[in-house]
């Protein structure tokens, strides 16, 4: 039995260190590319979203690579994603790629004896026992904390950072490291030394950065395909930003925590009570946090035709009226070319910036009594 | 001193050259013919005619293609056109609250408050409206762009076109000519469906409170003026420099940024118009992003480098 799986942000780096753990190879297709979002795009409903199209040009790769088994985690429902795994199924299946398919659902969704049963099956070819298995598996959720902790902390300084691009370099090094990286103890070694060495870039704490979110649709957040590598431009332009939906933020929810009983007061929101779908109400949720803790603005990043996440730029635009909220949505599609993405999260980063000088200007003129004459800003 | 604003878009390439006091002393409309290149060397020779290197304290460039302007010519800021058409409006007049700029292939709507932006809106991925429409639908009438704001001020009974895109527009229109009707009021149609096209897409949602400014290049349209005027039900604004108001914004950030930190200016001088400036495109197979590098280089020399991601080939560094 081969393994595979879609590519989603960093799943594959950590997927093949956790098999590698307990004796299974998997197969890894070449990360996503424009060839490949064309390719599935060819197979695939033209109305769907990109991230569709990317996982069936990456699952037809891997049955190149001899792959013969999929792991998809379904999760039952939240969005059309739901049913992804079963569409990828008819789609492949009809186009000469017999997989096996192993859908993980959530317990609610398909039973515990049945996830157990499928569970059991993805680690049927281990060696390794039960107790050995849990423990990678306990390991992997570490590592994954880590990167992530890696990644945050590198969004937050990249704002400070003296010479410009060194938290990037830092990030982009522990991955390219990590892809090397023979089992969960080295890889924890690895980001931890990169953690460090980040933590000792030189900063510069008179800058005053921007501190925006990022937030969006699930996918489009986790693998930077799909959203230009937006984190890379952020960093780029010199902002502190910070991004709260990932891959440990998806475990956390649907694995660990699914009724998220422990933060239930604090994410309340009189905008989108409900769930309507996809992850419409998290993204509002989120839109609420930024307003509490006064950042300067946010980014939703969604591809087109994401139904939830519509429904959340609407909520976003009510926001922006009552709460002097400051959104800007990039909506990625295969169609749009680059420069147009770009100047628009260059032109809300500038408008931000200036308004944000203007505002420490005034506040500036105001204790000297003075006030601020200079047009354009 | 003088600066030197660049603006290089779709269809025009801009120049301008403006005092300290703001205040624009030339300018220039060129085609951009797609070799944007060429169209800044171009600016440069002739702007290099009049005046001398030592004049120009700063550069400044915007528009679609900014950095391979700067590249070209050697600027100290090089910023989106989005935030240079605010800042041309605001210094062009500090009580322009709204600003629709139509340009070649983009249209915005930029909302100012105090002279700050406070909100901005780009058209999607339909170019419905803009100037390349317009353009198109010029030739194919047989006649000169200019003329067409003559043709709809003449309208009597404007009819009513589809406006929602581009493509379906134009059959509209074909159709309206096969059933006999006016050029003038196929024209006049035509600038509302745009104007309403703009509204209710780029526009929906925003607040448009007076003055309300209206720039670029199809600003010079004076049907699509009219037309805007009608619908929004208030005087319409239109800068004397509205063409170059992107490259004029440019040069007053280039003033602001060199007037702040006291810089010398990276301008290479105008002899650059006579550069001979060569591309070279590949895709870099060193890791999985398979970029298509493009690098431009000017007598065997780097001057400049785009679209790696990780930047390795990035020689000079150059920041914006």
């Not at chain 1, 595979?4 to 997927?15: K, M, Y």
């Not at chain 1, 590319?33 to 060819?42: D, Y």
């Not at chain 1, 070819?125 to 306990?138: H, N, P």
């Not at chain 2, 056109?81 to 600003?99: K, L, M, N, Q």
Request: proline share 3%; net charge neutral.
């Amino acid at each position: 039995m081969k393994i595979t799986f879609p590519h989603i942000g960093d799943a594959h780096l950590i997927g093949r260190i956790f098999f590698s753990e307990i004796g299974i190879e998997i197969v890894t297709p070449g990360a996503n590319t424009l060839k490949g979002l064309e390719t599935g795009s060819g197979v695939s409903p033209d109305e769907i979203c990109i991230p569709f199209k990317l996982m069936v040009a990456n699952l037809m790769e891997a049955y190149r690579l001899g792959a013969d088994t999929v792991i998809m985690p379904a999760t039952m429902g939240p969005c059309r994603l739901g049913e992804y795994g079963e569409l990828l199924k008819s789609i492949l299946d009809s186009r000469g790629y017999p997989f096996q398919w192993i859908l993980l659902d959530s317990f609610e969704a398909i039973g515990k004896r049945e996830l157990l049963r499928r569970l059991t099956h993805v680690v049927s070819d281990s060696d390794k026992g039960k107790a050995q298995i849990l423990r990678a598996l306990l390991e992997t959720y570490q590592v994954i904390k880590a990167l992530e902790r890696l990644d945050q902390r590198a969004h937050i300084l990249a704002g400070y950072e003296r010479s410009k691009g060194d938290c990037k370099k830092e990030v982009a090094a522990c991955r390219r490291e990590l892809g090397d990286a023979s089992g969960i103890r080295e890889a924890v070694r690895i980001i931890r030394n990169h953690l460090d060495r980040l933590e000792k870039v030189e900063l510069d704490y008179d800058k005053k950065p921007l501190q925006l979110l990022l937030t969006g649709e699930i996918f489009s957040m986790i693998e930077p395909f799909a959203n230009h590598h937006i984190e890379e431009l952020l960093m780029d332009m010199g902002v502190s930003f910070e991004k709260r939906v990932t891959l440990g933020w998806w475990i956390r929810r649907t694995v660990i925590n699914p009724f998220q009983s422990k933060d239930w007061f604090g994410r309340r929101n009189r905008y989108l009570p409900y769930s309507i779908g996809g992850y419409a109400k998290e993204t509002v949720e989120e839109g609420v946090i930024c307003s509490r803790k006064g950042y300067d603005g946010i980014i939703q990043v969604f591809p087109v035709g994401c139904m939830p996440e519509i429904v959340a730029k609407a909520v976003f635009a009510r926001m922006m009226r009552e709460k002097k909220l400051s959104v800007l949505t990039v909506i990625y599609d295969e169609m749009g070319g680059e420069a147009g993405y770009i100047t628009r999260i260059e032109a809300f980063v500038d408008m931000l910036e200036r308004r944000k000088r203007e505002r420490t200007k005034q506040e500036k003129a105001k204790k000297e009594g003075k006030k601020s004459v200079l047009p354009g800003y | 001193m003088y600066y030197l604003g660049i603006d290089v878009g779709s269809v025009s390439t801009d120049l301008v050259i403006m005092d300290e006091e703001n205040k624009i002393l030339d300018q220039l409309y060129l085609k951009t013919k797609g070799n944007p290149i060429e169209a800044v060397k171009d600016g440069l020779r002739q702007l290099g005619r009049k005046y001398q290197n030592d004049e120009i304290a700063g550069v400044g460039t915007t528009g679609s293609g900014r950095t391979l302007a700067a590249a070209v010519a050697g600027a100290d800021a090089v910023k989106n056109e989005i935030t240079a058409h605010g800042v041309a409006a605001a210094t062009f007049d500090p009580e322009i609250r709204t600003i629709i700029e139509i340009g070649g292939q983009d249209s915005k709507i930029i909302l100012l408050r105090d002279g700050v932006i406070t909100d901005f809106a780009m058209n999607t991925v339909c170019a419905a409206g803009t100037g390349s429409f317009l353009d198109r639908q010029a030739e194919r009438l047989g006649m000169e762009i200019g003329e067409m704001g003559g043709y709809a001020l003449r309208a009597e009974n404007p009819v009513r076109i589809a406006g929602r895109c581009a493509v379906f527009a134009e059959s509209d229109i074909i159709h309206k000519q096969q059933l006999g009707c006016t050029m003038e009021d196929i024209i006049g149609g035509m600038s509302k469906a745009l104007v309403r096209n703009y509204l209710s897409n780029v526009a929906k949602g925003k607040e448009i409170i007076p003055k309300v400014c209206f720039q670029g290049g199809v600003a010079a349209n004076s049907g699509i003026r009219r037309a805007l005027e009608e619908s929004l039900g208030c005087e319409i604004l239109v800068p004397e420099y509205h063409k170059v108001m992107g490259a004029y914004g440019a040069a007053v950030l280039a003033r602001e940024l060199i007037g702040e930190g006291n810089k010398k200016t990276r301008f290479k001088g105008f002899e650059a118009g006579y550069d001979d400036i060569r591309t070279e495109t590949f895709e870099c197979a060193d890791c999985s992003n398979h970029c298509e590098v493009v690098i431009l280089r000017s007598g065997g020399k780097q001057i400049g480098c785009f679209s790696d991601r990780c930047g390795k080939y990035q020689t000079n560094t150059a920041d914006s």
